[in-house]
């Protein structure tokens, strides 16, 4: 038989100590309540989700991106005024997703990073929204023009947070 | 013992952290108490601190900013002043940088003074939700100041909202914009009721009002007071749109209260009916509550 080059996608897992991935997300989520006093239109912005989406890229571990995303979301729902668990269940859906994803295609580049990142917010509002409309037989709307427009700007966010979070990765 | 394949783990694990999340979910559905949920006072024990510590950043920034570096501009286009004149524009604009501040708290100590029968409390706004959806936000002022659950929050211009959640020394409150909240409202011309309610946008909606009612744009709204929470006859807002709709008109309200600049706010430590014209307020009024009718304090 004759020897054909095998193809091999390397898909690199990185690593961050604990406490930055602990100091990155309480900073968002303390960012994301007080950011909208002076920026109301800033309220647009999902830090939370950012970073949930980040670590779940970057760590390629569905258990711990799940993990991540429902500690996250739990945090953020303590935050605000809704019942806890609707962010949660949203984020840890996400974390998951989104860990599972970067296990299996390059989640460094720009490009897929802000196609991601818009995709998943997307996904993420869809599953706030299911469950409002499930478990609370709330009457919300999947889709609205603001849902776009902030999967918009969050994806562009992303392209110029994310490079300044990959600083945070241990050498491997 | 079960042994769970290692690819499954995951999916395992995610099956069982959202059974947990939704049977969390619920519990609250079931018993919905009054009482603050544990994991929401340690959330916000651990977050206000260092939130009132960023107000109190910006605001020296600010203050620093518009007394001096904003000023730097202006001094070089004005070389040929003399020194005596550039100290005066610059202690002249450090007082115009603390006007804006100033008129604000002479707006509501002008208001706290026109109804001194009504116990109230000033309050600073440090925070907002961090829940994107929902339009709340954290006030310096709690349980320690005399302030309860579902008590009224407003400025000079208007309703704000009220008290949702109350700690040691912070507040929780949701605007009337949320799309949880709602006001016994009235039109000020016609006296039409109809419940206000938050959209989860900047506008409101008035509902339940006939289509044979008439109902115009520009139209003033007050609270009725029939909702237990905000006294009669304060601003909710102003009417904005209004069309026919089955079965009922669908009114659009631009609240009163500017609630995209808010930073300080007065919490209503009573029920007690506001007047309009303080000479004609009854002196024998009993505030439920001391009232401690101070501005909000610095951080």
């Not at chain 1, 949203?90 to 720009?110: E, M």
């Not at chain 2, 450090?94 to 003074?113: D, H, K, P, W």
């Not at chain 2, 007690?272 to 000479?279: A, V, Y």
């Amino acid at each position: 038989m004759p020897d054909y080059p095998q193809t091999e996608t390397h898909i690199e897992v990185h690593k961050f100590r604990v406490w930055a991935v602990v100091a990155v997300a309480a900073a968002a989520l303390l960012l994301q309540s007080f950011i909208p006093v002076y920026f109301p239109r800033l309220r647009i912005l999902e830090l939370p989700l950012l970073i949930t989406l980040y670590f779940g890229f970057s760590q390629r571990n569905p258990s711990s991106g799940l993990l991540l995303g429902m500690v996250i979301g739990l945090v953020q729902d303590s935050l605000g005024s809704s019942i806890i668990g609707l962010y949660g269940i949203a984020k840890t859906v996400t974390g998951f997703l989104a860990s599972s994803f970067g296990s299996r295609i390059d989640v460094d580049n720009p490009l897929s990073r802000f196609g991601l990142t818009a995709g998943f917010f997307i996904i993420h509002q869809g599953t706030y929204v299911l469950t409002r409309r499930l478990l609370l037989g709330e009457s919300e709307v999947f889709f609205t023009s603001h849902l776009a427009i902030a999967a918009g700007v969050n994806a562009a966010l992303a392209a110029l947070l994310f490079p300044l979070l990959d600083k945070l990765r241990l050498p491997s | 013992m079960l042994a769970v394949p290692g690819r499954h783990r995951s999916l395992a694990l995610l099956g069982a952290v959202l059974l947990a999340q939704v049977l969390l979910l619920a519990v609250q559905i079931r018993r919905d108490t009054q009482r603050v949920r544990l994991i929401r006072v340690w959330a916000v024990g651990a977050v206000t601190p260092f939130e009132r510590a960023g107000t109190w950043s910006i605001t020296k920034v600010r203050d620093t900013w518009n007394g001096y570096f904003a000023l730097v501009h202006t001094h070089r286009d004005d070389q040929a002043m003399k020194a005596e004149m550039d100290r005066l524009k610059i202690q002249n604009a450090e007082l115009q940088s603390q006007s804006a501040e100033a008129q604000r708290y002479a707006a509501m100590l002008g208001f706290i003074n026109e109804h001194t029968e009504v116990p109230m409390v000033a309050a600073r706004v440090f925070a907002a939700s961090a829940d994107s959806t929902s339009h709340t936000f954290y006030i310096n002022r709690g349980e320690h100041e005399g302030i309860r659950r579902d008590m009224a929050v407003i400025t000079a211009d208007g309703v704000v909202g009220k008290v949702l959640y109350v700690y040691g020394h912070v507040s929780n409150v949701l605007e009337i914009t949320d799309r949880d909240s709602g006001v016994g409202a009235l039109l000020a011309d016609s006296r039409i009721q109809g419940p206000v309610g938050g959209t989860g946008e900047p506008l409101m909606v008035m509902k339940y009002v006939s289509n044979d009612d008439d109902v115009k744009v520009g139209q003033q709204i007050l609270t009725s007071g029939q909702d237990q929470i905000f006294p009669k006859d304060l601003p909710v807002g102003t009417i904005t749109e209004v069309k026919p709709g089955t079965p009922f008109k669908l009114i659009r309200v631009k609240p009163a209260a500017h609630l995209d600049q808010l930073e300080e706010v007065m919490v209503l430590l009573t029920r007690q009916e506001l007047t309009t014209k303080p000479s004609a307020a009854p002196a024998s009024t009993t505030p439920d509550v001391p009232a401690p009718t101070t501005p909000p304090a610095k951080h």
